[in-house]
């Protein structure tokens, strides 16, 4: 069999059979004492002595085949709404690219479940298009408010001392990196903008909940225990999140299942009551393609319910999801090429299913591509065979050089292949982050990407 058909069969076979992954036990993290609980009151609204909610939201891809994670994001958005945050105080950055694509056979219509309620209607648009940045991202978190006069609403996360802040991310992911349309954020970046929200008294608690391939990288190992943060994570440090729902009509994926498991909990769950530590403990079970991870001070979520990062008013529980066969999830990073067969499989003429060979064919051959310009900057920064084997043979399990890593990322973005363009290219990115561990020189590295990186084809976009 020569190595092109092999490559074919092994993509397919992922995209139709992804199996069940290993459970984990949740990892044992080392914390301070439980914090003092802070003033009772009204925490949606706030007072002097009470906290304020305050959210963002924030889907970080585009185009039709990544209608989930904005799906993801219109359904959060209604949950926090619907429990009395209001929407001045929440913040939405999506592309909104989807709702009205020439692809979506119910214009203006957006869903996050088979037949479920339409999400998108009433959804704030703070900031979409280009104007979804890691740059803007950062600034709205940490509140400057200068760097976003003129763009999108001009809305930061204005939060103080007593406030509670909840993030929601969503979109792909790879070691050390979150996905943004045309960019890409760094684990440097996030955590040393939450580190900088803490010492400038920006927040009494804040909870972050991320949906990306190997999120658990963001946070194992770099963030602190004792800055009042807990964050979850779709995944671990080297595994896929998953996507599920797909939708015939639609032709893509509804959503995700890290994040239809928490946010269908809090549609039927009296969140007034539930601790996040409940939660957490629920969507790990219910998410069985991947393992649901916490980090942080975990004894926020021991000691904290649910609605006061989400909302505190009582809201009319939604115990009615339609209920759905369980079907097998799809990894992130397969969900284009899985669209595509499923298309082909299910194609009726003898053109159309000509026309759909020939995008998989040429999705195929431009992940080879991707592939082989990786090759050889691997073969030019390594030192030894031995070595090369080590840069490829398996994921960091913790970052330690995060300035290195930053440096490598943004490097591979411009000279080679944009991960936010390019996202098939996020599935070589901690060959990245083991170059950095490994000891290489980030200034060597980056001179073999621009020599080795002319021949990439950085116009053609590779999912």
């Known amino acids: 069999m020569n190595a092109r058909l092999t490559f074919v069969c092994l993509t397919l076979a992922?995209?139709?059979?992804?199996?069940?992954?290993?459970?984990?036990?949740?990892?044992?993290?080392?914390?301070?004492?439980?914090?003092?609980?802070?003033?009772?009151?009204?925490?949606?609204?706030?007072?002097?002595?009470?906290?304020?909610?305050?959210?963002?939201?924030?889907?970080?891809?585009?185009?039709?085949?990544?209608?989930?994670?904005?799906?993801?994001?219109?359904h959060a958005y209604q949950i926090l709404h619907a429990h009395g945050i209001p929407d001045e105080n929440i913040i939405v950055m999506m592309y909104d690219d989807i709702a009205n694509s020439r692809q979506n056979p119910t214009k203006g219509i957006i869903i996050n479940h088979p037949n479920g309620n339409d999400v998108y209607k009433g959804v704030l648009k703070d900031y979409t298009g280009d104007d979804v940045t890691p740059d803007n991202f950062i600034n709205i978190l940490t509140g400057n408010k200068e760097a976003m006069k003129n763009i999108g609403s001009g809305k930061v996360i204005e939060s103080g001392p007593n406030d509670h802040v909840f993030v929601n991310f969503v979109d792909h992911g790879a070691t050390g990196i979150l996905g943004f349309p045309n960019d890409d954020l760094t684990v440097k970046q996030?955590?040393?903008?939450?580190?900088?929200?803490?010492?400038?008294?920006?927040?009494?608690?804040?909870?972050?909940?991320?949906?990306?391939?190997?999120?658990?990288?963001?946070?194992?190992?770099?963030?602190?225990?004792d800055i009042n943060i807990f964050?979850?994570?779709?995944?671990?440090?080297?595994?896929?999140?998953?996507?599920?729902?797909?939708?015939?009509?639609?032709?893509?994926?509804?959503?995700?299942?890290?994040?239809?498991?928490?946010?269908?909990?809090?549609?039927?769950?009296?969140?007034?009551?539930?601790?996040?530590?409940?939660?957490y403990q629920i969507v790990q079970k219910a998410t069985t393609t991947s393992h649901v991870m916490e980090y942080g001070d975990l004894t926020i979520g021991n000691s904290m319910v649910v609605g006061e990062f989400q909302g505190e008013q009582e809201a009319p529980i939604n115990a009615t999801v339609p209920a759905v066969a369980f079907e097998r999830g799809v990894p992130s990073l397969e969900v284009p090429l899985d669209i595509l067969y499923r298309q082909f499989f299910t194609a009726t003429s003898v053109q159309e299913k000509q026309?759909?060979?020939?995008?998989?064919?040429?999705?195929?051959?431009?992940?080879?591509?991707?592939?082989?310009?990786?090759?050889?900057?691997?073969?030019?920064?390594?030192?030894?065979?031995?070595?090369?084997?080590?840069?490829?043979?398996?994921?960091?399990?913790?970052?330690?050089?995060?300035?290195?890593?930053h440096t490598l990322v943004k490097a591979f973005s411009r000279n080679c292949f944009n991960?936010?363009?390019?996202?098939?290219?996020?599935?070589?990115?901690?060959?990245?982050?083991?170059?950095?561990?490994?000891?290489?020189?980030?200034?060597?590295?980056?001179?073999?990407?621009?020599?080795?990186?002319?021949?990439?084809?950085?116009s053609d976009r590779i999912n």
């Not at 139709?16 to 609980?37: F, H, N, Q």
């Not at 008294?201 to 909870?207: C, G, M, S």
């Open 419 to 458: 991960f936010g363009k390019h996202t098939y290219a996020l599935k070589y990115a901690y060959i990245l982050a083991n170059m950095c561990e490994q000891g290489a020189d980030a200034e060597n590295v980056v001179a073999a990407m621009q020599e080795v990186c002319k021949d990439a084809k950085n």
């Open 231 to 279: 964050a979850t994570t779709a995944s671990d440090y080297d595994e896929s999140s998953y996507a599920c729902y797909y939708d015939s009509k639609r032709r893509t994926y509804l959503g995700d299942w890290y994040s239809v498991n928490w946010m269908e909990d809090s549609d039927k769950e009296d969140i007034e009551k539930e601790k996040l530590q409940d939660q």
């Open 355 to 405: 026309l759909l060979r020939a995008q998989i064919d040429n999705m195929i051959e431009k992940r080879a591509h991707l592939a082989s310009i990786v090759n050889k900057l691997v073969a030019r920064v390594a030192t030894s065979h031995e070595h090369e084997q080590r840069l490829v043979s398996a994921k960091p399990e913790q970052l330690t050089q995060l300035e290195c890593h």
């Open 190 to 225: 996030l955590n040393d903008a939450l580190k900088k929200m803490h010492t400038e008294n920006r927040y009494n608690k804040l909870v972050l909940y991320v949906e990306a391939c190997e999120s658990g990288s963001m946070f194992k190992k770099v963030l602190p225990d």
């Open 14 to 74: 992922l995209c139709l059979g992804a199996g069940t992954a290993r459970r984990k036990t949740t990892p044992k993290a080392t914390t301070r004492p439980p914090p003092t609980t802070p003033a009772q009151g009204n925490a949606t609204t706030g007072s002097p002595q009470t906290p304020k909610l305050w959210a963002l939201l924030v889907a970080g891809s585009n185009t039709y085949d990544n209608y989930r994670h904005q799906a993801d994001v219109c």
